[in-house]
């Protein structure tokens, strides 16, 4: 199937710096990813649409000037974490649909970057 | 995009088959039903879709009702490796869509 891979699985910083977190399709093209944090024992929550060539589509309740999203090219896209601060810890997940290979929408998902600010 | 309901958790005995519920009685004509699972500490894994017809791939079946109100996902011979959270979503195919995801259902595999 479709692969999507995310760099780096784990980081830990300290509180106040900022963390980027790559997202890559590797074998197609994706014009649209999507970015999801997951905090333990809870369910993905969609935090933003990238999109390539254009601005990011935050959900509610999501900072756009906190979580800086950047899709430069139709492979990559990158989330940003700006003055990273302990509540920022989390699971960050990108997924991307190939659109070359089907019509009926499914996503693939990358492995998760683990994110923990000290 | 229609909301879903699954029970929180179940058991299943290694080998056994694993019927998981799916309850989207507010489904629209044009949306599909997609399963995915999230095994600990990794990116959700897609294991099947399907519109209208029962579908089958390697992983799993399928099965969705005449009036389309709710599916089961079958795991014909659950494994120790198939312990994981499993969603049921439901949306239609448009491009920019993302997926919404629910609580889903624990699924516990036993020895």
């Known amino acids: 199937g479709a692969v999507v891979s995310q760099h780096p699985s784990w980081v830990i910083c300290k509180s106040g710096t900022s963390v980027k977190i790559e997202c890559r399709s590797l074998d197609f093209q994706a014009t649209t990813m999507f970015w999801y944090r997951q905090f333990p024992k809870q369910s993905l929550m969609l935090m933003a649409t990238s999109n390539e060539g254009s601005k990011a589509t935050y959900e509610q309740g999501v900072e756009k000037d906190k979580f800086l999203i950047n899709h430069a090219s139709l492979t990559l896209s990158t989330l940003t974490v700006t003055s990273a601060h302990p509540e920022d810890s989390s699971f960050y997940i990108c997924?991307?649909?190939?659109?070359?290979?089907?019509?009926?929408?499914?996503?693939?998902f990358g492995e998760g970057s683990r994110l923990t600010v000290l | 995009d229609a909301k879903t309901t699954q029970p929180p958790s179940m058991d299943c005995a290694e080998g056994r088959a694993a019927n998981l519920p799916c309850n989207h009685s507010?489904?629209?004509?044009?949306?599909?039903v997609y399963w995915y699972r999230q095994i600990h500490s990794q990116g959700p894994q897609y294991i099947i879709h399907?519109?209208?017809n029962n579908e089958t791939n390697e992983m799993a079946s399928l099965i969705i009702t005449e009036d389309r109100k709710s599916s089961t996902l079958i795991l014909p011979h659950a494994t120790l490796r198939d312990t994981a959270v499993y969603y049921c979503i439901v949306r239609g195919n448009q491009a920019g869509t993302a997926l919404i995801f629910g609580k889903g259902t624990t699924l516990s595999v036993s020895s």
């Open positions: 507010t489904i629209s004509g044009n949306e599909y």
């Open positions: 399907g519109l209208k």
């Open positions: 997924s991307a649909r190939d659109l070359g290979r089907t019509n009926t929408g499914e996503l693939f």
